[in-house]
């Protein structure tokens, strides 16, 4: 059964600072994988994908994998309140499996 | 575009009864999924379809059935509400075939209820 890890927190992080999401995967097949912002009471939202090893920037988010470690991370620059929410980690082919998230709190 | 639709953004069902969720994108994505999230949880797969006419089981499929006979839509049937099936369910659509425009959008969701 393929699993994708992730710590539930909650993690608190003072605004300006940078927040550290990490997730690892246990299916050494799995391709491409994605990080999902969610509000609550909301859908996921995509932030960003990667499939290649190495990082990968957009604005003020760094998503870096290491397929060797089986491991995956998301990196937020100059966190905003706004950014206060419930951030997923998924990964798979054919078939897309979700961590249970990752309650991020940013500290005003 | 609207993207990817739901209905009903809300249901409550009775113990035993039956309905579908619909589903429908208009991005001609290939593959489509539901995914179920309980309270305080992550999503669980159900079904996923990597194009019309092709269907295959998620984590937890059992109590539902679903079927892709066009690409735009991937509806989700549920034949004898439980309780243990309350719970938001999302339908999700994703472009894959490429690296560059591997992309998985969400809809808005059915938040269900079976009492």
């Known amino acids: 059964q393929k699993e994708v890890e992730q710590n539930s927190g909650p993690l608190s992080v003072p605004e300006g600072a940078i927040a550290s999401l990490n997730c690892t995967y246990s299916?050494?097949?799995?391709?491409?994988f994605f990080w999902y912002r969610q509000y609550s009471g909301k859908s996921p939202e995509l932030i960003m994908s990667?499939?290649?090893?190495g990082d990968k920037e957009d604005g003020r988010f760094t998503a870096q994998l290491n397929k060797a470690s089986q491991y995956v991370s998301l990196l937020i620059r100059d966190s905003q309140p706004s950014d206060s929410a419930t951030y997923l980690c998924?990964?798979?082919?054919?078939?897309?499996?979700f961590g249970k998230g990752t309650r991020l709190h940013i500290l005003p | 575009n609207a993207g990817v639709t739901q209905t009903p953004k809300f249901r409550i069902l009775k113990i035993g009864q039956s309905m579908t969720l619909q589903c429908a994108q208009d991005?001609?994505?290939?593959?489509m999924y539901w995914y179920r999230q309980d309270p305080g949880m992550g999503l669980k797969l159900i079904y996923y379809s990597v194009g019309a006419g092709i269907t295959d089981k998620g984590e937890v499929p059992n109590g539902y059935n679903v079927s892709r006979s066009t690409t735009e839509d991937f509806p989700l049937r549920l034949e004898l509400a439980a309780p243990s099936q309350t719970s938001v369910y999302f339908c999700a659509s994703r472009l894959s075939g490429s690296y560059r425009t591997d992309t998985q959008y969400f809809g808005p969701g059915t938040r269900l209820t079976v009492l």
């Open positions: 299916d050494r097949v799995s391709q491409s």
């Open positions: 990667i499939y290649s090893n």
């Open positions: 991005m001609n994505h290939n593959y």
């Open positions: 998924a990964g798979g082919g054919d078939k897309i499996i």
